[in-house]
């Protein structure tokens, strides 16, 4: 399996600009996550899906912020508009039910 | 609220044994798992305490103990390789995973 995929690697963008992460989970894995890390705040959970459904969307910081999965192999992550202090590495990461997480390795945005 | 929290950082040598601490202050983590990342990388797992005691993996063991909040996870025979960032993770009920605030490992030679 090639694991978790993530696209972009790296994306910069203006302030204002609509963004699209997007994640491609291991197959079979129950569970999606969306997590967000700066150094100033760590490892932060934004969103989860269990079966292509969310289950927790409390950590998303505010209403620029969206997240979709239209079905098990694809979930995507929206900010718009985009904004500086929305600069960071974006992880997605899937599990099976009660197993460790597999993360992809990261989308950094960067907006001017 | 929830949080666990980490030492920012812990600087060690080669072969030594390091400790790194996790306590928490919240009720409803039934699980404390552990995570490496490297500069540049994606968090990687490491371990999984579900029940009080010990885990050991290899070089790398973790501790949990629920009634006190806290866990650890202990490196033997530190190597280079080692150094990276290392964060502990609780698991709800709800499997929502919440990460601690990460150490820094630094290792010389």
């Known amino acids: 399996d090639a694991g978790v995929i993530q696209s972009p690697r790296h994306e910069v963008t203006e302030m204002g600009q609509e963004v699209t992460l997007r994640c491609k989970p291991i197959?079979?894995?129950?569970?999606l996550f969306w997590y967000r890390q700066t150094m100033m705040r760590g490892l932060e959970l934004l969103i989860y899906?269990?079966?292509?459904?969310?289950?927790?969307d409390s950590g998303m910081p505010e209403d620029r912020f969206s997240a979709k999965m239209p079905n098990a192999s694809f979930s995507t992550l929206k900010i718009q508009p985009s904004e500086p202090r929305d600069s960071a590495v974006y992880f997605c990461?899937?599990?099976?039910?009660?197993?460790?997480?597999?993360f992809g390795n990261g989308t950094r945005l960067t907006v001017t | 609220g929830q949080s666990l929290e980490q030492p920012s950082e812990v600087t060690a040598v080669e072969g030594a044994i390091v400790q790194i601490n996790c306590t928490y202050q919240?009720?409803?983590?039934?699980?404390l798992s552990w995570y490496q990342q490297h500069d540049g990388g994606a968090p990687t797992f490491l371990s999984y305490?579900?029940?009080?005691g010990l885990e050991e993996t290899g070089r790398f063991s973790s501790f949990l103990s629920r009634s006190d909040s806290y866990g650890y996870l202990l490196l033997q025979e530190l190597q280079m390789k080692d150094s990276a960032s290392y964060f502990c993770?609780?698991?709800?009920?709800?499997?929502?995973?919440?990460f601690g605030t990460g150490t820094r490992l630094q290792v010389f030679p």
């Open positions: 990461a899937s599990s099976p039910r009660n197993s460790p997480l597999h």
């Open positions: 197959s079979g894995h129950d569970y």
């Open positions: 899906f269990n079966n292509n459904v969310p289950i927790d």
């Open positions: 919240t009720s409803g983590f039934y699980g």
């Open positions: 305490n579900a029940l009080d």
């Open positions: 993770a609780g698991t709800r009920v709800n499997d929502k995973l919440i």
